[in-house]
């Protein structure tokens, strides 16, 4: 079955520092992969998305994400992290059957001053 | 703001009793799908719906139930509360049947309560 680790339950990073946020997941053809943020309050919204070509995908709000087969990985980086961006991030990976998305159990991000 | 709009916001009630959250849609949005978010499960995925037929489910209770009527708007029906089924309950929908075409749009959830 389909399955997604976020190994780093809460992350804290100075304003202005890059940030990496890690997902591996498991699934044995070639994965649809997904980053949401989830603010206090609100819902989910889509960072990026991966489901074929280019590894190196863009998203919203200068984030990127790389696709590594290799590793089982699709981690999420930003070069220079914002206040704004302190939130929760969640990594996701659709099922087999593409009926329904698997989200790992999230980071938090907090930034510093 | 995604254009999914869930109630209520908040809803406290006690165990043993029944409750209904609502989730209207994204214009033009056919599917629905219902997710719920705790603090030691995750967000794990109930239910889905595609033009008013049930289409996947996932890890939904047999207490629990859905639907999603003629002009797209969708109800999830939470029976016999426990305790457990404290929750942040999420509504998401899309235009597609699938979730690998598309994006999935979440509402701002209806935060469950029971006592």
């Known amino acids: 079955a389909q399955s997604v680790t976020q190994p780093d339950i809460h992350i804290t990073v100075s304003e202005g520092a890059s940030l990496e946020l890690r997902c591996n997941y498991s699934?044995?053809?070639?994965?649809?992969l997904f980053w949401y943020v989830q603010s206090p309050g609100q819902g989910l919204q889509l960072l990026l998305k991966y489901f074929s070509g280019d590894t190196l995908v863009q998203g919203i709000k200068g984030f990127e994400a790389e696709f590594k087969r290799s590793q089982s990985s699709f981690n999420l980086r930003k070069p220079s992290v914002h206040w704004s961006d302190a939130a929760e991030y969640f990594c996701?990976?659709?099922?087999?059957?593409?009926?329904?998305?698997?989200f790992g159990k999230g980071t938090t991000l907090s930034v510093s001053s | 703001d995604s254009g999914v709009t869930q109630t209520p916001k908040h809803l406290i009630t006690a165990t043993g009793q029944r409750v209904t959250l609502r989730c209207s849609p994204r214009?033009?949005?056919?599917?629905v799908y219902w997710y719920q978010q705790s603090l030691d499960q995750g967000l794990q995925f109930l239910i889905q719906?595609?033009?008013?037929?049930?289409?996947a489910k996932g890890n939904i209770l047999e207490r629990f139930s859905a639907q999603q009527f003629p002009d797209l708007h969708s109800e999830l029906n939470l029976s016999s509360l426990e305790l457990g089924d404290s929750a942040l309950y999420f509504c998401a929908s899309s235009v597609q049947v699938g979730v690998n075409t598309g994006e999935l749009f979440f509402g701002e959830g209806s935060r469950l309560t029971v006592l």
């Open positions: 214009s033009g949005d056919l599917s």
């Open positions: 996701a990976v659709a099922n087999q059957a593409g009926t329904a998305l698997i």
């Open positions: 719906y595609y033009n008013g037929e049930e289409r």
């Open positions: 699934y044995g053809a070639t994965p649809y």
